[in-house]
């Protein structure tokens, strides 16, 4: 466990600075002056002050932050900003800066992507086996077809298909595949399967592509943007309550997943536990940019709201109004942490 704590570290580390480094390089391009750039919580554990900027090592690894002069918008009232003040920078500018932050997450998740896709290939969507009795048998896919699209969405690498099977509660497929060179397409309505309590389309299988230098890089992208497509599936099903708590995992959780993860690799060599995590960060780091873009306050995402709103109106909102929304969205974002370490607790302990 004490490998998998450390191997959390560093992929927290990693997904987290890369956050918070898209606010901070944006913020120096446009002048903002940046206090302080700190990695975790709580007390800092050591800290050094560079031009007019201070770095922090905090005691707890659940967050970061990118501090800038006058963010909360209220010591503008008091006529104490200096020039390179959040609140005195052009509004686009200020976009720009908040927005960078869930930006160089993809684009950490998008280099992640291109080490495991060069590293280990990438299964093609190529049907190698239909099940006798099955939806696909009964709607007429057979071996060797290439699935293209299902309900609309475009099918490049077999884990889209894989998680589209998983998370299916019911629905029709409406299914493009690639036969013979030509396109066609079918309806499949998934079996329910009362042992596995989840339903089936009755293909399985993929076809193995060794990547060249120039598929690296589009199928590095078709990965990130799996990732992305299955984050925000999950995002809607929990809304919809098609979730429980038990599918929501906080620190502690994704630790449990690290080392449950390493058990398996270790037996592979290090190559194997490397690539592992990197695909772990690679799904933390879309995760942290797309939940960090969701119209909340307290997130980039309400940020942005406000700054859009400035943007069209042409003056911002009162700085203690916008405040106080970000202060009750903190606290609530505080409590749903407590929550789901709790839940986290009680899951695995």
């Not at 080490?115 to 939806?135: E, R, S, Y």
């Not at 307290?298 to 202060?327: N, S, T």
Request: aromatic residues 10%.
């Amino acid at each position: 466990m004490a490998v998998s704590i450390i191997l959390f570290i560093i992929i927290f580390c990693v997904i987290v600075v890369s956050h918070e480094f898209g606010h901070f390089l944006l913020a120096k391009k446009n002048g903002i002056r940046v206090v302080e750039f700190f990695i975790g919580m709580g007390p800092s554990l050591f800290s050094f002050t560079k031009g007019d900027t201070k770095y922090s090592l905090k005691l707890l690894p659940i967050g970061g932050a990118c501090i800038f002069e006058g963010e909360d918008g209220l010591e503008k009232e008091k006529g104490e900003l200096s020039e390179g003040a959040f609140p005195n920078a052009p509004v686009w500018a200020r976009i720009a800066t908040v927005f960078a932050g869930p930006l160089f997450n993809f684009i950490t998740a998008y280099l992640m992507a291109v080490i495991i896709v060069w590293a280990c290939g990438v299964v093609l969507p190529v049907v190698q086996n239909v099940t006798d009795g099955g939806a696909a048998q009964a709607a007429g896919l057979q071996e060797g077809d290439i699935i293209c699209e299902m309900n609309g969405k475009k099918i490049h690498i077999q884990d889209q298909v894989s998680f589209y099977s998983m998370t299916n509660r019911g629905e029709t497929f409406d299914i493009v595949y690639l036969r013979g060179g030509e396109k066609q397409r079918v309806t499949l309505q998934p079996t329910y399967s009362e042992e596995e309590g989840r339903y089936y389309i009755g293909i399985a299988g993929g076809e193995f592509l060794d990547c060249s230098i120039p598929q690296t890089f589009q199928y590095a992208f078709y990965a990130m943007e799996y990732s992305v497509q299955s984050t925000f599936k999950t995002l809607s099903m929990l809304v919809k309550g098609q979730l429980s708590r038990n599918d929501v995992s906080g620190p502690v959780g994704i630790v449990k997943i690290v080392d449950e993860t390493y058990d398996v690799a270790k037996d592979y060599g290090a190559s194997s536990v490397i690539l592992s995590m990197i695909n772990i960060a690679l799904i933390l780091s879309v995760n942290l940019g797309i939940i960090n873009l969701l119209p909340l306050p307290a997130l980039d995402g309400g940020r942005l709201v406000f700054l859009l709103i400035e943007a069209i109106r042409g003056k911002p909102i009162p700085p203690e109004k916008e405040g106080m929304v970000h202060l009750g969205g903190m606290m609530a974002l505080m409590v749903l942490m407590v929550l789901v370490l709790f839940n986290d607790i009680t899951k695995f302990f």
